[in-house]
């Protein structure tokens, strides 16, 4: 067994040094999505920047355990997110793209796209996921040209942290969510960290619309 365990470790160490010096790169892991359920008529696709509200059931891929569910536990009501701001797990935002509202999907995350080799609460290190996801809703995210106009309370073509969480309160209050429950503070802090590229407090036109189209 020891002598077993050498071996791959010789191998492993081998192929490594072989990758490094040829200059190849290891491969990038994918999410595999299946389409569960796809509504007949799509008028909207989802894309990165947009508000996504779903509902969700994770297990994990060994033992089918599931280890949470929005409508079993919890508040349980769905969640928001915007798509391709890290908010979520990066197989989340891999995996959910280019999808209709009443669309059902099943993701199966690697490990690399999901907690990684630490793990998290339930998840063990080193876990693959599988996430039942359904899509309720898609609305215009912090990042599209008609939230920058709605934002832009004072017209002066700039955005000040207050218009942003004036904003995003407007937005989540709409849909019966009260100011504690949607860390409104955190998602401006993020949404200034990405976008106001001089650090002057204000994210203007041209930085706003740079990032979105980086996406």
């Not at 033992?63 to 979520?88: A, C, Q, Y």
Request: charged share 25%; net charge negative.
């Amino acid at each position: 067994m020891l002598l077993q365990r050498f071996i791959m470790y010789v191998l492993g160490l081998c192929s490594s040094v072989f990758l490094l010096v040829s200059g190849r790169k290891l491969p990038v892991p994918e999410v595999e999505v299946e389409v569960v359920h796809k509504p007949f008529m799509c008028f909207r696709k989802t894309k990165f920047g947009d508000m996504l509200l779903v509902h969700y059931e994770g297990f994990l891929e060994g033992n089918g355990t599931m280890f949470h569910s929005s409508r079993l536990h919890g508040d349980k009501i769905p969640v928001w997110f915007t798509l391709g701001n890290g908010e979520v797990l990066k197989g989340w935002d891999k995996g959910m793209q280019n999808m209709c509202t009443g669309e059902k999907r099943k993701l199966t995350i690697p490990p690399l796209l999901a907690y990684g080799k630490e793990g998290k609460g339930k998840i063990p290190p080193s876990s693959t996921l599988v996430f039942d996801m359904e899509l309720l809703e898609i609305r215009d995210g912090p990042r599209s040209h008609e939230s920058f106009q709605q934002m832009d309370l004072n017209s002066d073509w700039k955005l000040s942290r207050q218009e942003v969480k004036d904003y995003l309160m407007k937005e989540f209050g709409q849909h019966g969510y009260q100011a504690e429950d949607t860390h409104h503070e955190g998602m401006v802090d993020d949404i200034f960290n990405m976008e106001d590229e001089d650090k002057d407090g204000f994210i203007t036109t041209r930085e706003f619309t740079f990032v979105h189209d980086e996406f």
